[in-house]
């Protein structure tokens, strides 16, 4: 398949092993990554770097295969989820940080064509999770009040 704003057909990416077998080295209980999620999110990590954590930290390969369900369910089993999901805040940071870029060289044109296609992104992405139900109906997109949002 091809890449959103470009046409190249990149292939490059890595595989999870076919085989959903636990190593013997796991020494965790389902209930104890549950608990080792939480305590994760209630740090302050977003459900990616809590999959980080649990990876290289403490060993845990693949939580949806040792509790059949994955960490944002369990995030929000235990109503840890945050209110803005995880892709559509990483894209708002990105904008915020290339509006401030744009406020001191504003001639790069590569910024702002990079701009241009985040908030697009960011606004595909903000319609589709208000139709799913994962952001409110009433939810508004205003690239204006985004740093205010981001931090």
Known sequence: MARMHSRDKGKSKSYKPIDKKIGPWMKYKPKEIEMLISKLAK?????????????????????????????????????LLPEIPEDVMELLKKEAFLNKHLEKNHKDEGAKRGLILTQSKTKRLVKYYRRTGKLPVDWKYDPKKIALLVE
Do not use: F
């Open 43 to 79: 740090a302050g990590n977003t459900s990616s770097e809590i999959g980080l954590h649990l990876r290289d930290q403490y060993g845990i390969p693949d939580v949806k295969a040792i509790l059949n369900k994955g960490i944002t369910q369990v995030l929000k089993e235990k109503d």
